[in-house]
Structure formats: C-alpha cells, structure tokens
C-alpha cells in the first residue's frame, strides 16, 4: 500500500519593530517588503510596523531617499535604522543664492549635515563644527579660554597684510559673526572651496564662503525638542615644576652666575628664607574644575500655507582658570509662510546676548598677563597672608598670580541682533524673483577695573577703562531665477542679482584713574580724579553689486557653469571703485556614459574643472585717502593735555584696490557598490595678486611707506574626502575620513625685501626679537631666528664668539664671515603643517550607537617661548642646566637672555607641534518609548582623551598671534604671517559631558 508522506511548511512568525532614521525620527511610510513577493506593510506615524512572514525570509526595507536594508527574519522583533544615501546625490545643497542637486556641482563644495553637532561633544559656534570633518578646511582654536578664538583657513593663507579668514553667509546674509550663532540651529553648512564656486561672491571670496543654512519649520510636522549637556573640564597639565627648596637654591647659584657676585652664594634668598616650608603649586592654587553646559529647546512645524521655527539657547563655559567664563543666550524665529499658488514671502530672526569674563593671554607682558605670572612665580609665596591680604615676595613688589585673577574684573558683553524678510513671486512656470531685506545690529561693551587691592590699583588709586563698540550692516537683495527644461535634454538654469550692503562703525573709549572709592568700578568714570585717555571713532563702507550665473545640463551628462559678478567698494581708491569677477567650470558625468556602465564598477563617476577670478576687499575704510591723526603736546613735560595737534599720517593713494585670486580646481567624484562607498579628489592651484603691502616712500613724500598693491602668493594643494558604510543591517559602520596637504610659497614682494615679525616680550628687562620673516621663496609662517649647537664648554674655544663663557649657549655661524651677529639668523621653522586630516567611525548596533572621531596635523612647527622662562628656572630642566659638574646637558647655565651672542629665539625652542588627538568619543543609547516621546538618546562624551605630540606645552594647536588679532578684532599681518609662536597660551584640558537629545 502506498501512503503519502506528510507536507511540511515552514513555520510562519509575527515579525514587529521600529524603522527609524539616523537622528532617531521614526520614519512614517517606510515600505517592508518580503523580498521577491508581493506581501508587505508601510510603517505607521510612530514608525511602527507589523508583518506575518515565513521564518528566515528576507525583508526588505526602504524609504525615498534612504538606504534600502535587507534583514534576514529569524526573529520576531526587528528594529531598523534607514540612513541616508551613501553620496547623497540628490541632495539639495545651497551653493550661494540658489540651489543645486548634488550630483550638478561643477565646484568644489564640501557639506558638513546637522548630525554632526549633536551626536556629542561641547560645540559653542559653527566654526567648531567644521574642525577635522572636511578636506581643504583647517580649523584651529587658537586660544582654548571660554569663548576662545578660532582660525579658519580654506585652501591656505592668501594674503599678508588683510583677513585670510572666509565669508560667513547665514540663510543668505552675509555676516563677519555668522559664525557666533547657536550651532543647534544649523541644518547644514556648505563650504564653497575653489574659485568656480566662490566667485558669485566676488570681492569677497577669495578665502572661501561658508554657507550656513538654518533649520525651518515643517509642514504637518508639530514637534518640540530638545538638545542639551552638562559636564567638567579638567586641566591638562603637561609640566613638572622644581618646589620651593630647588627653586631658591637655583636663583642663588644663578645669582652667582652675574659678573661681580661669584662670591655672594645668598644674593636672593638669605639662609633663613632657606628653611621656610611654603611650596605654593600655583596652577594648583588658580585653576579648578570647570563647568560647561548647553541647552537648547526649539518647536519646528506648520501647516502647508505657515511653516515656523522657534528655538531658545543657552550656552555657558566656565573657564579652568578661575574668575573666567563665558555665556550666551539666544534666540531664534524662522517663518516661511504661502500667500498664493505664486507667492511666498519669509521672515528670520535671530539674537544672542554673550557675556564673559576675560583676562589677557596674549604674549604681550602687561600687569594684567595672568599665564606669565602663574608660569613663573615664586612658590615660596603663599596665596593669602595671615591677615587675609594676598601674599607677595620679598620686597613687596607686585602681586600674585591669584590676585591677579581674582581681584581685577574685567567684563565683556556682545550683542547681536540680525533679521531678515523676504518676498518669492512666480508669476510664470520656472521664472522666480525674489527680494529681501536684512539688518545685522552688533553691539561690544568691555569695562576693566583695577582695584586699590592690587599692587599697581594701589599706587594709582583704581585705574578703570570702558570700549563701547556698534556696528550695524544693512543688505538689500533681489534675484531673477529662471528654470527651463528643453527638448527633454537640455536643462537651463540662469539667475541674475543685485545687492547693495552699508556698514557703520562706531567706537568710544576711554580710561581714568584716582577713584576715591572702588564701589564704582568703571560705572563712574567721572568720580575719578585723572582721565588718562578719550577717544571715539566712526566709519562706514558701502559694497554694490551686481551678479549672474547660468548652469546648463545636456542629457544629464555634460554640465557647464559660468558666473561673473561686478563688485563696486568704497573701500577702493578713487580709480579702482569697481572690478569684475567671473569663472567658469565642466564637469561630465561618466557614469551615464554606456562604457561606463558596462564596466561595473562605479556607481558614480563625475569630473570636474573649473577655473575663477576672486578678489579680498577686506582692508581699512579710508585705505586709500589721505588720512590725518591726532598728536598731543606738552608744555610742562609731565601732562599731555594742553593741546592736540592734527597732522597728515598717510599718503593717498587712489589705485589702491582688492586682492586677487586667481584659481584652478581639478575634481572627481567617484561612488562604489551602490555609492557605499564614495571618494572626492581634488586638486588645486591658486594665485594671489595684488597684495595689500606697506612699500617704502621717498623721503622727499614727507612719509616712510604707504599702502599699495604690489606682491603675489601661491597655493598649490590636494584633498581627500573618502566615506564608507561598511556595514547595514542590525550592526551598522560606517567610516569617514578626509585628507588635506597644501603648499605655500610667497612669489614676490617687489621692492620690499623680507618682512620681519617682532615676538612678545619673554620677560619685563628682555626686549623682543624678531622670529617670523617672510621671504620671496619660502612659506608664510616661517620661524626665523639662530641654529643653536650646544653648550660652550670648559677649555673649548669657538672663534665666531670669542668673548662666551663656559656653559654658555653657542650659535651657529650660517654665513660663514666668523662672527656670529644678526647676519647669522635663518629659517629654523614652519608653522603651516604639511598636510592634516579627520577620521571618524560611526557605530550602530540595536539602540546602541558609538562615534569615535580623530584629528591630526603633521610637519607644523611653534615657538615654545613660554619654555624660554620655565626650562631657565621654573620646570625640572633646570636642575639639568650647565655647571662645572654637570656638562653634559645642552641647557646652558643662565638661560638664553644674557648671552652676547645670537638670541632667544633659537631652535633649541622651536618644536615639532605634529599631533594625532582622539578628539570626541561618543556613546549613545536611543530609549525605545512607546508613547508622548517620538526620540529620546542619551549619551556619554569625552573630549580629548589622548594626544599623540612630541610637543611640550600646553597645546599643539595654540597661536598667540592669532589669538592677538582675534581680540583686537582684526587680522593682522601678525596673524598670517606671525604664525606659530607659543606664549602664555591658556591651558588645554580634557573635557567629559552626559547629553540628552528628545522630541515629543
């Protein structure tokens, strides 16, 4: 008999979950489908979905500009993350009064997305935001104080004399503080790198153009959330000081070292100061633990007609160094609201009120330099007497470093309010015009008071000084931009502009002293009895300008460019007003090609090349004008108050105009496996004419230099953008890296000859010295100074310095004439690194996300001056300074200040600063609720875990001059040219934070 065997189906199983997006959205609509059938469901408004499959079948999970997942069913929950395409290349990305999908760039243009602000770490501008995340983009905090400056360079250093830092435009108004917003309310920013993309700015965008696009409200999308940290900052303290007993022992033997005192071995410290047990740590004694937090609450949503965003923000830091700190409110509203079928008009606000509290950590040694004192003072000085007064040394001259934080109080506010509105009509398909209206409103008060509590308060009966500062920019804008697909294969896009922009500056200052009471502080500054200074200013510039580009596509393969704008500044001379900027730029798509195709292997393959003309209006006001200037005089020799005197400072010049930069970009974009992988290269050569530089004049002119255009600089260099993912499905990795080298060189100076830049002043009976030139050949940021070969010793002789001693320090003789004088100075140095680069890999597993995120810079040189006072008498190098017994050391036995030979600024001090910093990591969790909560992730962050640096200061990353210029709201010759010195840097520190990201 024959039976049939029994029919056995697979078993069937209820798979649920959750499909969310990288920000932890729940994604509505997403589409799950068993893969190769018809059965399947969409997500539901809370992403959830529900779908009765066979066990071990593959569901397949998409959504319209998302990855598609395939996810084996072998069990019964499944919750998925979609992330957005690989390469994006549908991507809307704004390239400067318009948009463009991505896969249209013919420019150079790198995008750095929201998510980049919010997965962690503290972040308070958009500058921050940029550090170590793009190719091309060099970003370094100069000074790590509370609201600390940042240095931003696109492509390398243009100019000399004027900014090199880029255009900020904020939701298309351009600003020189876009930077300072609330990071949480940026959506995206684009950085237009080459000439092709930055000429529409044309007199201004020869350093770049930072588009900041803010986030907007919308429709049907009612959510409130919030963004916000608490955490420490803890003091990275890379030096080991000598304690007190050393200390003293040192400053008598190197007392004895003076000529006349050999036999005096107590000069400083008398054998009685010699048993005290005071040993005062002073970094110790004027840091702490530091506070730094961030809060931001925004509502985002609309109806289809009336789309809003509100958002509040808090931000506060307060400094490791005590009595130091910064904060800023702010607040934000975006409206974009539809009239008609034709008409949209918008409207942006936005204002912060900053607050901190400041003290000078600049190179320069005035009474208020706190780094100076707290490096090098006296441990055997106690913090506070017994009486409760401050402690001071022997003598009783001066004050402590503590007093000096402490006790003077020094205030500074910013305010910024800028405000938009806009109109869009569409009267026709594809023809839009569009008018707005801006005003930007900025606003600085510093007031500084110097009570009778402190030394130099004390002799001058309180010393008080106020800066009240206004600026206000006012912009005019109106596009015409017409959209035009012919024949199916010929897309034709071109827009036409005008803007007009003035800008008002006024200034007040002035400084008293002689309060009868400090109850005023520099509230009252008529109580005092002596006005040391008064001062005001005012200025204005005018910028009009008219623009037009046109982008044409041919069957979606061939794409073409071209751009030109006129640009009319008052800041020109009278026969140079206006100039004229245009650019082109190629690209052609391959991957459309069918050779292309057949080939299987890119999924993206794009080249470009482009070529632009931009300029950099960014000098003084009255530039070119003969300018006059106030000198006092005196009748009685003390006081300069009987009378002043008005006299001609600068000779006119009216062909005074821009720099201009002269760029070639060429650039390929390649996409992998279905673009999970995608690569940008890019390479570049740009040319700087026109320099802004100070040229000598004829005696017979009446003036020793003037300002001209004379001069050219070069930039060649080669960038990496590389993305991958790596993984999908449950456990998700995905890598991103970029790679950026550029090449520097100064072509011409004309008539000049090398230009010198004079260094801080190391201590108060020490003048500076030179110790950065620029030089036709080399790199601006070269170090210049001596080549140090050691340590003269007993019974040597050296010819180029016949009157050194043993155990002083011994130069080498560069030129060869036998004596070793200023002739002997060289470059011994190089700031600018040789090339710098980011990684960071981004993990996902279940609600489990984990972002660890590297920064480096290798072949950058600084100036270690600070260790010019800390390796002479403060740090443990001192103890291995020369002597009779101790010779085998190449520190010499009384510093560097007293030789008669060379000078301090030598390579003994110029150190490799190269570094590789595990910047943020980031651990995540995202809490799966159920109801009222849409996203709620948590997360741990550390900040600059470890650093990788043979360096020995404070930071690899730190710039004085920089950080000079940034606070004297400038960017200096000293800025660009001066880079890479280190002195009285503010401390680094390591910095751990708990966030919480959640929408209802």
Same mark, same amino acid.
């Given at each position: 008999?024959?039976?049939?065997?029994?029919?056995?189906?697979?078993?069937?199983?209820?798979?649920t979950?959750?499909?969310?997006?990288?920000?932890?959205?729940?994604?509505?609509g997403?589409?799950v489908?068993?893969?190769?059938?018809?059965?399947?469901?969409?997500?539901?408004?809370?992403?959830?979905?529900?779908?009765?499959?066979? @066990?071990?079948?593959?569901?397949?999970y998409?959504?319209?500009?998302?990855?598609?997942q395939?996810?084996?069913?072998?069990?019964t929950?499944?919750?998925?993350?979609?992330?957005?395409?690989?390469?994006?290349?549908?991507?809307?990305?704004?390239?400067?009064y318009?948009?463009v999908k991505?896969?249209?760039?013919?420019?150079?243009?790198?995008?750095?997305?929201?998510?980049?602000?919010?997965?962690?770490?503290?972040?308070?501008?958009?500058?921050?935001?940029l550090?170590?995340?793009?190719?091309?983009?060099?970003?370094q905090?100069?000074?790590?104080?509370?609201?600390?400056?940042?240095?931003?360079?696109?492509?390398?250093?243009?100019?000399?004399?004027?900014? =090199?830092?880029?255009?900020?435009?904020?939701?298309?108004?351009?600003?020189t503080?876009?930077?300072?917003?609330?990071?949480?309310?940026?959506?995206?920013?684009?950085?237009?790198?080459?000439?092709?993309?930055?000429?529409?700015?044309?007199?201004?965008?020869?350093?770049?153009?930072?588009l900041?696009t803010t986030?907007?409200?919308?429709?049907?999308?009612?959510?409130?959330?919030?963004?916000?940290?608490?955490?420490?900052?803890?003091?990275q303290?890379?030096?080991?000081?000598?304690?007190?007993?050393?200390?003293?022992?040192?400053?008598?033997?190197?007392?004895?070292?003076?000529?006349?005192?050999?036999?005096?071995?107590?000069?400083?410290?008398?054998?009685?100061?010699?048993?005290?047990?005071?040993?005062?740590?002073?970094?110790?004694?004027?840091?702490?633990?530091?506070?730094?937090?961030?809060?931001?609450?925004?509502?985002?949503?609309?109806?289809?007609?009336?789309?809003i965003?509100?958002?509040?923000?808090y931000?506060?830091?307060?400094?490791?160094?005590?009595?130091?700190?910064?904060?800023r409110?702010?607040?934000?509203v975006?409206?974009?609201?539809?009239?008609?079928?034709w008409?949209?008009?918008?409207?942006?606000?936005?204002?912060?009120?900053?607050?901190?509290k400041?003290?000078?950590?600049?190179?320069?040694?005035v009474?208020s =330099?706190?780094?100076?004192?707290?490096?090098?003072y006296?441990?055997?000085?106690?913090p506070?007497?017994?009486?409760?007064?401050?402690?001071?040394?022997?003598?009783?001259?001066?004050?402590n470093?503590?007093?000096?934080?402490?006790?003077?109080?020094?205030?500074?506010?910013?305010?910024?309010?800028?405000?938009?509105?806009?109109?869009?009509?569409?009267?026709?398909?594809?023809?839009?015009?569009?008018?707005?209206?801006?005003?930007?409103?900025?606003h600085?008060?510093?007031?500084?008071?110097?009570?009778?509590?402190?030394?130099?308060?004390?002799?001058?009966n309180?010393?008080?000084?106020?800066?009240?500062?206004?600026?206000?920019?006012?912009?005019?804008?109106?596009?015409?931009?017409?959209?035009?697909?012919?024949?199916k294969?010929?897309?034709?896009?071109?827009?036409?502009?005008?803007t007009? @922009?003035?800008?008002?500056?006024?200034?007040?200052?002035?400084?008293?002293?002689?309060?009868?009471?400090?109850?005023?502080?520099?509230?009252?500054?008529?109580?005092?009895?002596?006005?040391?200074?008064?001062? !005001?200013?005012?200025?204005?510039?005018?910028l009009?300008?008219?623009?037009?580009?046109?982008?044409?596509?041919?069957?979606?393969?061939y794409?073409?460019?071209?751009?030109?704008?006129?640009d009319g500044? !008052?800041?020109?001379?009278?026969?140079?007003?206006?100039?004229?900027f245009?650019?082109?730029?190629?690209?052609?798509?391959?991957?459309?090609?069918?050779?292309?195709?057949?080939?299987?292997?890119?999924?993206?393959?794009?080249?470009r090349?482009?070529?632009?003309?931009?300029?950099?209006?960014?000098?003084?006001?009255?530039?070119?004008?003969?300018?006059?200037?106030?000198?006092?005089?005196?009748?009685?020799?003390?006081?300069?108050?009987?009378?002043?005197?008005?006299?001609?400072?600068?000779?006119?010049?009216?062909?005074?105009?821009?720099?201009t930069?002269?760029?070639?970009?060429?650039g390929?974009?390649?996409?992998?496996?279905?673009?999970?992988?995608?690569?940008?290269?890019?390479?570049?050569?740009?040319?700087?004419?026109?320099?802004?530089?100070?040229?000598?004049?004829?005696?017979?002119?009446?003036?020793?230099?003037?300002?001209?255009?004379?001069?050219?600089?070069?930039?060649?260099?080669?960038?990496?953008?590389?993305?991958?993912h790596?993984?999908?499905?449950?456990?998700?990795?995905?890598?991103?890296?970029?790679?950026?080298?550029?090449?520097n060189?100064?072509?011409?100076?004309?008539?000049?000859?090398?230009?010198?830049?004079?260094?801080?002043?190391?201590?108060?009976?020490?003048?500076?010295?030179?110790?950065?030139?620029?030089? @036709?050949?080399e790199?601006?940021?070269?170090?210049?100074?001596?080549?140090?070969?050691?340590?003269?010793?007993?019974?040597?002789?050296?010819?180029?310095?016949?009157?050194?001693?043993?155990?002083d320090?011994?130069?080498?003789?560069?030129n060869?004439?036998?004596?070793?004088?200023?002739d002997?100075?060289t470059?011994?140095?190089?700031?600018?690194?040789?090339?710098?680069?980011?990684?960071?890999?981004?993990?996902?597993?279940?609600?489990?996300?984990?972002?660890?995120?590297?920064?480096?810079?290798?072949?950058?040189?600084l100036?270690n001056?600070?260790?010019?006072?800390?390796?002479?008498?403060?740090?443990?190098?001192?103890?291995?300074?020369?002597?009779?017994?101790?010779?085998?050391?190449?520190?010499?036995?009384?510093?560097?200040y007293?030789?008669?030979?060379?000078?301090?600024?030598?390579?003994?001090?110029?150190?490799?600063?190269?570094?590789?910093?595990?910047?943020?990591?980031?651990?995540g969790?995202?809490?799966?609720?159920?109801?009222f909560?849409? !996203?709620?992730?948590?997360?741990?962050?550390?900040? =600059?875990?470890?650093?990788?640096t043979?360096?020995?200061?404070?930071?690899?990353?730190?710039?004085?001059?920089?950080?000079?210029?940034?606070?004297?709201?400038?960017?200096?010759?000293?800025?660009?040219?001066g880079?890479?010195?280190?002195?009285?840097s503010y401390?680094?520190?390591?910095?751990?934070?708990?966030?919480?990201?959640?929408?209802?």
């Amino acid at each position: 008999m024959k039976t049939n065997a029994p029919i056995v189906n697979q078993s069937q199983i209820t798979v649920t979950g959750v499909v969310k997006d990288s920000n932890g959205e729940p994604v509505t609509g997403a589409a799950v489908v068993v893969k190769g059938t018809t059965n399947g469901t969409v997500t539901d408004l809370d992403g959830n979905y529900s779908i009765n499959v066979e @066990e071990g079948a593959v569901l397949s999970y998409s959504f319209v500009g998302m990855k598609a997942q395939e996810i084996k069913a072998n069990k019964t929950v499944i919750n998925v993350v979609l992330q957005e395409e690989a390469i994006g290349l549908d991507e809307v990305v704004a390239i400067g009064y318009g948009y463009v999908k991505k896969k249209d760039l013919t420019g150079a243009v790198s995008s750095v997305s929201a998510d980049d602000m919010v997965m962690g770490g503290t972040v308070s501008n958009a500058a921050q935001a940029l550090q170590g995340k793009t190719a091309g983009v060099q970003v370094q905090q100069t000074s790590k104080a509370p609201g600390g400056s940042i240095s931003v360079r696109v492509r390398g250093s243009n100019s000399i004399s004027s900014t =090199n830092e880029p255009l900020y435009v904020v939701d298309g108004f351009p600003s020189t503080e876009g930077l300072n917003i609330n990071p949480n309310d940026i959506e995206s920013m684009q950085i237009l790198k080459d000439a092709s993309a930055t000429a529409i700015y044309g007199a201004r965008g020869a350093n770049g153009v930072v588009l900041i696009t803010t986030k907007r409200g919308k429709s049907g999308e009612n959510k409130i959330s919030y963004n916000g940290y608490l955490g420490v900052q803890q003091i990275q303290n890379p030096f080991t000081f000598i304690n007190a007993k050393d200390y003293m022992n040192l400053e008598n033997a190197l007392y004895q070292e003076i000529e006349g005192q050999e036999g005096n071995p107590n000069g400083v410290y008398t054998p009685s100061q010699l048993q005290s047990n005071v040993d005062t740590d002073w970094i110790d004694v004027c840091t702490r633990l530091g506070l730094v937090q961030d809060h931001s609450i925004q509502f985002r949503g609309g109806t289809e007609k009336t789309k809003i965003l509100t958002s509040l923000g808090y931000y506060s830091q307060e400094g490791i160094l005590k009595n130091t700190d910064f904060s800023r409110f702010s607040g934000r509203v975006n409206v974009d609201q539809t009239i008609t079928d034709w008409i949209k008009a918008g409207a942006t606000m936005y204002a912060h009120r900053e607050q901190s509290k400041f003290q000078a950590y600049s190179g320069n040694l005035v009474n208020s =330099n706190v780094l100076y004192s707290i490096m090098t003072y006296d441990p055997t000085v106690k913090p506070f007497n017994e009486d409760g007064t401050y402690g001071r040394p022997p003598g009783g001259r001066g004050d402590n470093p503590l007093a000096n934080l402490m006790e003077r109080q020094n205030d500074e506010t910013n305010d910024k309010f800028n405000g938009t509105a806009f109109v869009e009509v569409s009267p026709l398909e594809g023809l839009t015009g569009k008018a707005s209206v801006g005003v930007e409103i900025l606003h600085q008060f510093r007031g500084t008071y110097l009570p009778k509590s402190t030394y130099q308060g004390g002799i001058d009966n309180g010393v008080a000084t106020t800066y009240d500062f206004t600026g206000t920019r006012q912009v005019f804008e109106g596009t015409i931009n017409y959209m035009k697909t012919f024949n199916k294969v010929h897309d034709f896009n071109a827009m036409l502009g005008y803007t007009y @922009e003035k800008y008002v500056a006024e200034s007040r200052s002035q400084s008293a002293k002689g309060f009868s009471t400090d109850l005023f502080t520099y509230n009252n500054m008529g109580a005092a009895a002596i006005k040391t200074s008064l001062g !005001s200013s005012k200025t204005e510039n005018i910028l009009v300008s008219f623009f037009g580009r046109v982008n044409y596509t041919y069957n979606n393969k061939y794409l073409a460019t071209v751009t030109v704008r006129r640009d009319g500044s !008052s800041r020109f001379g009278a026969n140079e007003h206006w100039g004229t900027f245009p650019s082109g730029s190629l690209a052609w798509r391959a991957s459309e090609e069918d050779f292309i195709k057949n080939l299987n292997l890119f999924s993206n393959l794009k080249v470009r090349a482009g070529f632009g003309v931009t300029g950099n209006e960014r000098i003084g006001d009255y530039a070119s004008y003969a300018l006059m200037s106030n000198t006092r005089y005196t009748f009685d020799g003390s006081t300069n108050s009987a009378g002043v005197h008005m006299n001609q400072s600068s000779a006119a010049n009216p062909n005074l105009k821009w720099e201009t930069t002269k760029q070639w970009n060429v650039g390929v974009d390649m996409g992998f496996l279905d673009n999970r992988i995608s690569v940008t290269l890019d390479g570049y050569w740009k040319k700087t004419d026109d320099l802004l530089l100070a040229v000598k004049l004829p005696m017979y002119t009446g003036f020793t230099s003037g300002q001209s255009n004379i001069g050219s600089i070069q930039n060649r260099g080669f960038e990496l953008d590389f993305t991958s993912h790596n993984l999908t499905g449950d456990f998700i990795w995905d890598t991103k890296f970029n790679f950026s080298l550029n090449r520097n060189k100064v072509l011409d100076l004309g008539d000049n000859g090398d230009i010198y830049i004079r260094s801080s002043k190391p201590m108060g009976s020490v003048s500076e010295e030179d110790f950065a030139i620029v030089r @036709e050949g080399e790199r601006l940021g070269s170090i210049f100074g001596y080549k140090y070969i050691g340590v003269l010793q007993q019974g040597e002789t050296y010819a180029p310095q016949p009157n050194s001693k043993p155990g002083d320090p011994k130069f080498e003789d560069v030129n060869g004439d036998g004596i070793i004088n200023s002739d002997d100075r060289t470059i011994i140095g190089h700031a600018n690194p040789d090339f710098i680069f980011g990684l960071t890999n981004n993990f996902a597993w279940k609600n489990f996300d984990l972002s660890i995120f590297f920064q480096g810079s290798i072949g950058n040189d600084l100036l270690n001056m600070s260790n010019m006072n800390l390796e002479w008498k403060r740090t443990t190098d001192a103890l291995n300074r020369w002597t009779p017994e101790n010779t085998n050391t190449d520190i010499p036995r009384n510093g560097f200040y007293y030789s008669q030979y060379g000078g301090y600024v030598n390579d003994h001090f110029v150190e490799d600063a190269s570094f590789l910093r595990l910047k943020t990591l980031t651990l995540g969790y995202t809490i799966p609720f159920k109801k009222f909560v849409s !996203s709620c992730r948590v997360y741990f962050s550390a900040e =600059n875990l470890f650093t990788i640096t043979g360096y020995s200061g404070w930071d690899p990353e730190t710039d004085t001059k920089a950080y000079e210029s940034a606070k004297q709201g400038s960017s200096s010759q000293s800025a660009n040219a001066g880079a890479g010195l280190d002195f009285n840097s503010y401390p680094s520190m390591r910095t751990y934070t708990f966030g919480l990201n959640i929408t209802f």
